[in-house]
């Protein structure tokens, strides 16, 4: 009897192995999940998809590292759209027929994310935007953070009641980033009672020269001028507000205090007092070690991305836009339990995480991540950083 149980002890650990080893051959040898991201690698925007190739190579290959999620790895592929909305269509339709990537992510710029949403519901592949686009609801369409409509409501808000102005200039870009945030503050800043716009001006991302439009602007003399742009064109308006010798006070979006600004036009804008609409992330050194916003996200997310990139590496904004994207990609992935894209699609409305850009909590109805701008201070530049703006 002895004899008989230790045979069938030693028959049952040897099915034991081979049925560990064949699901650890299974799970090595499961078909990774595949994520598509068109971002701007080149073109005018390339200091945006940069931080972002980035930010999405290290948050992904930390996964991997990790084992990936369910035993599977993530393959993503980084497609460039050369900040040309026609170029991302092509790239997303390439990403979604051709290499059958299960969830969609990116991109840089407005134009670029509203461009490819059509042939992301077409497709019916969930995609997560990481850019800021304002659209109407879609079923297969998420976006992270506040959204540019939001934000630039909290804007309007700023200029008024924080801000004091009352007689405002507005100087925006023609992009869709550019125009949303002009039509909103057509909307909201009247809302408040002896406020309005008394002058608008707008300009190409490509135009050298803003001169005809600050020079109107200075004839009206405002308390204030809304600059709502990029980095790269904000330089060019600081250049030329220096030379118009302008003393109006600017207060510039989200995207213009950014490192390439700085480089090209901080001291302009520190010796002229501007005031930019910024993240708290740029000043997450300078915050206590117990923040919520430093030792939960920007700490863990700066050690990544040095040991990745090196000490020297510095987060911004795209790189924070990125994580909060990929973030919500992993936690959906997870939630899901599979690469089936409507699993994905239900799961982005179910997912709950702060991010760099506020709370991502998409519901069936909204599917705007953020319910309402949290993320963004009043900054001014002190010796080329950013610091809290103190009135």
Request: charged share 20%.
């Amino acid at each position: 009897m002895r004899r008989f149980v230790a045979t069938l002890a030693r028959i049952f650990a040897c099915l034991l192995v081979l049925l560990l080893g064949l699901a650890g051959a299974a799970v090595q040898g499961a078909e990774p999940i595949k994520v598509g991201a068109v971002i701007s690698l080149t073109g005018w925007a390339g200091f945006m998809g940069t931080p972002q190739k980035e930010a999405f190579t290290a948050l992904f290959d930390e996964v991997n590292s990790r084992g990936g999620i369910s035993g599977r790895q993530i393959e993503y592929f980084l497609e460039d759209d050369q900040s040309n909305p026609t170029t991302a269509v092509v790239a997303a339709t390439k990403l979604i027929r051709d290499r059958k990537v299960a969830i969609m992510t990116g991109p840089s710029i407005t134009d670029s994310g509203m461009s490819m949403i059509p042939i992301c519901e077409q497709e019916q592949v969930p995609f997560v935007i990481t850019g800021p686009v304002v659209a109407p609801f879609k079923k297969w369409v998420f976006l992270v953070g506040p959204g540019d409509q939001r934000l630039a409501t909290h804007i309007a808000e700023v200029v008024v009641t924080r801000l004091g102005a009352k007689r405002v200039a507005l100087l925006h870009d023609t992009s869709n980033y550019g125009m949303t945030g002009a039509r909103v503050l057509n909307k909201e800043i009247p809302q408040y009672p002896g406020a309005s716009i008394i002058i608008q001006e707008k300009f190409d991302t490509t135009d050298t020269n803003m001169v005809p439009q600050l020079t109107r602007i200075k004839a009206a003399n405002p308390d204030l001028m809304v600059l709502f742009t990029t980095g790269n064109p904000a330089s060019i308006v600081a250049k030329n507000y220096k030379q118009l010798g302008m003393k109006t006070t600017v207060l510039g979006s989200t995207p213009v205090g950014t490192p390439e600004f700085i480089r090209m036009a901080g001291d302009i804008a520190e010796e002229s007092g501007w005031i930019f609409m910024a993240a708290k992330l740029f000043v997450a050194d300078k915050l206590p070690p117990d923040d919520p916003l430093r030792k939960v996200l920007y700490d863990p997310f700066k050690r990544l991305m040095q040991e990745k990139y090196g000490q020297s590496k510095v987060i911004n904004l795209f790189h924070a836009t990125t994580y909060d994207g990929a973030h919500a990609v992993i936690e959906a992935l997870k939630l899901a339990g599979t690469d089936d894209r409507s699993a994905l699609r239900n799961a982005l409305e179910k997912i709950r995480f702060e991010g760099f850009h506020g709370a991502f909590a998409c519901t069936a109805e909204d599917h705007q991540g953020a319910p309402k701008d949290t993320f963004t201070d009043l900054m001014v530049l002190k010796n080329r950083q950013l610091e809290l703006y103190k009135k």
